[in-house]
């Protein structure tokens, strides 16, 4: 429980699946994590809409959905409104993980949501508000490139004491986007095991990545 007086995060979850969208708004104890939940869509585009209308601290989403992606979705939404994002989802393909961390998403869960984790989450998201309220600024995010500007993506800005692995991995990432990498893959070609690198990643950037 949380001492004092606290400012509510406000929160919307996004989720095509009825019954893990239900069981996200209800079966949670969100005020218990010093939340509300606001409002909630089944889709990409429904969510759009209820974000620019409600204005959250924090969406929770899937990535795969109709009409348009949880990813698609963030990717507008936060050209005009600054807020933290869980993404969730029932694949482990790398190559959405890696979008999300370009997309600067808080933290990356496999469903089916491990409460525990969860909540461990909504507390680093709490710790961020309270140093920088999300309303406070609009996170500038990279414009699409020109046709004839570089298709490389420019480097991704590190923490200084980003494990080097970490480093290494952001920089395969940005040289080779286009290509279909995955954690084992890319462990493989650092000489390390994917296990060792998952770790790594979740306490350098706090997202989570799955092996294939």
């Not at 795969?64 to 698609?72: H, K």
């Not at 290509?179 to 979740?202: D, F, H, M, Q, W």
Request: charged share 25%.
């Amino acid at each position: 429980p949380y001492k004092g007086v606290m400012m509510l995060l406000k929160v919307i979850v996004v989720e095509d699946e009825e019954i893990i969208r239900t069981g996200l708004i209800f079966s949670i104890n969100w005020l218990g994590m010093g939340c509300v939940v606001v409002g909630s869509a089944s889709d990409g585009q429904e969510g759009l809409a209820v974000i620019c209308d409600k204005k959250p601290d924090m969406v929770i989403t899937d990535i795969l959905m109709p009409r348009m992606s949880g990813l698609d979705m963030l990717e507008q939404a936060m050209r005009a409104h600054h807020f933290y994002s869980i993404v969730l989802t029932s694949y482990s393909e790398f190559d959405l993980a890696k979008r999300a961390l370009q997309l600067g998403v808080t933290d990356y869960l496999l469903k089916p949501v491990d409460e525990d984790e969860l909540k461990t989450v909504v507390k680093k998201v709490r710790q961020k508000s309270e140093k920088e309220p999300p309303g406070q600024k609009v996170p500038t995010l990279p414009k699409e490139p020109d046709r004839e500007e570089e298709s490389i993506p420019r480097p991704i800005l590190l923490p200084e004491n980003t494990d080097p692995y970490v480093q290494q991995l952001c920089e395969t990432i940005r040289v080779r986007y286009m290509e279909k990498l995955s954690v084992n893959s890319v462990a493989k070609e650092l000489g390390i095991s994917s296990t060792y690198l998952s770790p790594k990643l979740r306490s350098s950037l706090g997202i989570t990545c799955v092996a294939l």
